[in-house]
Structures are given as structure tokens and as C-alpha cells.
């Protein structure tokens, strides 16, 4: 079981980055998926998140209007395309596959907003 984030780095704000997650060794379409984020000294918190098969999703209200979670069940990819970044934005972001009995989380990929 694998989940292998990419696409973090360093922006200015106003920018944009997209995060990508590739998921193996599960059966991605029967999973809930998220992304999370920590920054030093922060607790680990959930920013966006997209239902297995309706694709419902959610927002936490510091990123709603500036993110899109996005899934694509034949690819086994979990995408977050960040628009407008403020430096309160940078952490290690995490990707996460979920449901009642079982979750999964990739590596960690660090976002850095600053001028």
C-alpha cells in the first residue's frame, strides 16, 4: 500500500501550486480522500476532502474558494490545486485515503509561501 505525494515547493503569495497523490496496492475506489496539512508547532488538520463515489467534498473555511480537491478513480490520483496562497498556507501537506475500518497517508510534501 502505497500513497506518493508530489508537487510541493516554494511560492509567492497570490500563487498557485497543484499537489498530487498516486495511490497503489488498494482498492482506490472504495475510499474517501482527503487532504491534510501541519505546520511547525500546529497539530495536524484537514483542509478538503471528496466521497469514494458521488464526489461529494468539503472544505475547511480558511481554503474554501481557494482550493479543488479533485479524484480520478481510473488513475488512483488524488489531485488539490491551491490558488491564491497566503503565507498561513505553508506546511507539510499530507494526502489520505479513508474509510471506517482502514486509512492510508502519503509521505508529505512541503508547501512554502513567502515573498
Known amino acids: 500500500v502505497q500513497l506518493q505525494a508530489s508537487g510541493g515547493g516554494s511560492v509567492q503569495p497570490g500563487g498557485s501550486l497543484r499537489l498530487s497523490c498516486v495511490a497503489s496496492?488498494?482498492?482506490?475506489?472504495?475510499?474517501?480522500v482527503g487532504w491534510f496539512r501541519q505546520a511547525p508547532g500546529k497539530d495536524r488538520e484537514g483542509i478538503s476532502c471528496?466521497?469514494?463515489?458521488?464526489?461529494?467534498?468539503y472544505y475547511r473555511d480558511s481554503v474554501r474558494g481557494r482550493f479543488t480537491i479533485s479524484r480520478d478513480n481510473a488513475k488512483n490520483t488524488i489531485d488539490l490545486q491551491m490558488n491564491s496562497l497566503r503565507p498561513e498556507d505553508s506546511a507539510v501537506y499530507y494526502c489520505?485515503?479513508?474509510?471506517?475500518?482502514?486509512?492510508?497517508w502519503g509521505q508529505g510534501t512541503l508547501v512554502t509561501v513567502s515573498s
Open positions: 471528496m466521497s469514494n463515489r458521488e464526489g461529494v467534498t
Open positions: 496496492g488498494f482498492n482506490f475506489d472504495q475510499y474517501a
Open positions: 489520505n485515503a479513508y474509510k471506517p475500518s482502514r486509512a492510508f
